[in-house]
Every structure is written in structure tokens, then in C-alpha cells.
């Protein structure tokens, strides 16, 4: 059973999604107002996933995603918000986020990207992706950021990349390469060594933003 942790600052909407994700069969393990105490909570509960808002009160999601990663936490976080702007949207990809969703999505949505992200995908909301495409391939890459110059990928590791890009989890990349997993999973390593990237969320950004993927 999947496990996740909800991290808003409303309690009604936290009530709300832990009532509609137990509806689905997935268990919330925890909550947390804001992103200080996500940390605890996410530290005490090892959850699945964390749904995660980005706009709070004292620490914010970013400051969290961020924490996260700097103490080595790659724990998948799906940012959930109301907040439709491309900016807050390439923030929060950078700093680890594996998926993005608006807090319109129906409950099949909501669910869907929860598994998603246990199995290792990633997930954007379709409403957004084309504008995130142009801001990415518009934007430079952050300083301080180590993107090396990317190395030239071979026609099956570009292949396993945008399977990434769309989504899919390496079993579901196996299954349709007719690839053992384990395959699939050294491509990724080797795409992530190319491309100077620290997980598939970065992979992607990084292809997009140098041409690698249109």
C-alpha cells in the first residue's frame, strides 16, 4: 500500500485529501502545516511520496524540496498547489520535484500521480506542459547549478529519455522496449551521467533546455 505524507497549511484541505486518497486505498502517514515540519515529518514517517504546496506560511515548499535534497533525501515529491505559473513550475522541478499538479485535478488524477511517482515516474499536468516547454527552452540554465556539457546520447538511451520525459516508469519502459528492467535502468544512470543531471526530473529539464528533446 502506497504511503504518503500531506504537507498544506489549510487542515481542511489536508482532511480533504486524506479522506479522497483513503477512498483510492493509499494511507497518509502524516501531515504537516509548513515545510519545517514536513522535515520531521517526512523523516519520522518515510513515506512513498509527499504531496507537497508550495505557498506557506513561515517555510515554504521550495525552502522544503530544497532541504530534502541537500540532506540527501530523494524521498518523490508531487507538488500539489493552486498556483499556475511557469516559474514557480520550473523552481520547483529544479529543487527535486517529480511531478506537478493544480488542485483542480478529480480524485483518478490525483491518484494516478501518486503511483506514478512510487514507481519512479515523474508526472507534469498536461495544462501546463506546453508553457513549460517554451520557458524551459527560453530560460538559461540556473548559475551555480553543475550542468557540465552534456554528452551525445545513443539512439536507445534518446529513446529511454523520452519515455522518461513522458512519464513512464522504468518497468513500463522495459515492457515496451522489450528491455529487462535492469537495462533500463543502467540506460537511465548512463543518461543521467550524460546529460550532468541528479535525477530523471533533471534529465529532462536539462534535454529540453539543450535541444536534446522537442
Partial sequence: MTRVVVVDDQTLVRQGIRTLLDMAGITV??????????????????????????????????????????RGDDVPVLVLTTFDDDTLVLDALRAGARGYLLKDVTLEQLTRAVETLAAGGTLIAASITDRLLRAIRGTPWPAGVHAPPPQELTGRELEVLRLVAGGYTNREIAGMLFLAEGTVKNHVSTILLKLGARDRTNAVLRALHEGILR
Fill in 29 to 70: 502517514v502524516g501531515e504537516a502545516d509548513d515545510g519545517a515540519a514536513a522535515l520531521d515529518v517526512i523523516a519520522d514517517t518515510g513515506p512513498d511520496v509527499v504531496l507537497l504546496d508550495l505557498r506557506m506560511p513561515h517555510r515554504d515548499g521550495l525552502w522544503a524540496l530544497q532541504r530534502l535534497r541537500e
